[in-house]
Antibody, heavy 119, light 106 residues
Framework: QLQLQESGPGLVKPSETLSLTCTVS??????????WGWIRQPPGKGLEWIGS???????YYNPSLKSRVTISVDTSKNQFSLKLSSVTAADTAVYYC???????????WGQGTLVTVSS | SYELTQPLSVSVALGQTARITCGGN??????VHWYQQKPGQAPVLVIY???NRPSGIPERFSGSNSGNTATLTISRAQAGDEADYYC?????????FGTGTKVTVL
């Protein structure tokens, strides 16, 4: 059974860079059938897609966040990562890592990790 | 940018049918996916590509998509169906989520 697990600091200071890693187990991140991505959800609000990456390194980002986002992949560790720079309180959210399948739906999600931006 | 509009809330009596709409410009030309999210949990895929159910999702969940509206239908609603529901499409390599609908089972 595929599992995704987010890890990283739960508290980040304003203007600093948020960094999260997603570890994939029970399957290979190098499969040609899938994209891997990040989705976030501010407290009490809806879902927002941040971006996706293919195992080869090709990336797609939400235009509204593109200038601050970097997603990378480490196939040797079966992990992919998110960096979001110059964070503000508006970036406080539960961050989910997830898998997009060939049919374009998101079929596996991590449990989510709350990141709070505060001094 | 592409937008998806959902009703804020839908109420349904136990055992009856709930319909959740997702409005978008010519959404009928896109593949629509639906997710269920219960409090404190990650979303779960309940319908993919308009009307297909993943393994383990009850037949009570069904979907349709035409014109400017996609619809998720929950038949014979149960207390366990209380959750937030989100529609989602891809537009120019960008994932777009609907505004979300809270379903209450009375």
């Amino acid at each position: 059974q595929l599992q995704l697990q987010e890890s990283g600091p739960g508290l980040v200071k304003p203007s600093e860079t948020l960094s999260l890693t997603c570890t994939v187990s029970g399957g290979s991140i190098s499969s040609s059938s899938y994209y891997w991505g990040w989705i976030r959800q501010p407290p009490g609000k809806g879902l927002e897609w941040i971006g996706s990456i293919y195992y080869s390194g090709s990336t797609y980002y939400n235009p509204s966040l593109k200038s601050r986002v970097t997603i990378s992949v480490d196939t040797s560790k079966n992990q992919f990562s998110l960096k979001l720079s110059s964070v503000t309180a508006a970036d406080t959210a539960v961050y989910y890592c997830a898998r997009r399948n060939s049919g374009s739906s998101v079929d596996y999600w991590g449990q989510g990790t709350l990141v709070t931006v505060s001094s | 940018s592409y937008e998806l509009t959902q009703p804020l809330s839908v109420s349904v009596a136990l055992g009856q049918t709930a319909r959740i709409t997702c409005g978008g410009n010519n959404i009928g030309s896109k593949n629509v996916h639906w997710y269920q999210q219960k409090p404190g949990q990650a979303p779960v895929l309940v319908i993919y590509r308009d009307s297909n159910r993943p393994s383990g999702i009850p037949e009570r969940f069904s979907g349709s998509n035409s014109g400017n509206t996609a619809t998720l239908t929950i038949s014979r609603a149960q207390a366990g169906d209380e959750a937030d529901y989100y529609c989602q499409v891809w537009d120019s390599s960008t994932a777009v989520f609907g505004t979300g609908t809270k379903v209450t089972v009375l």
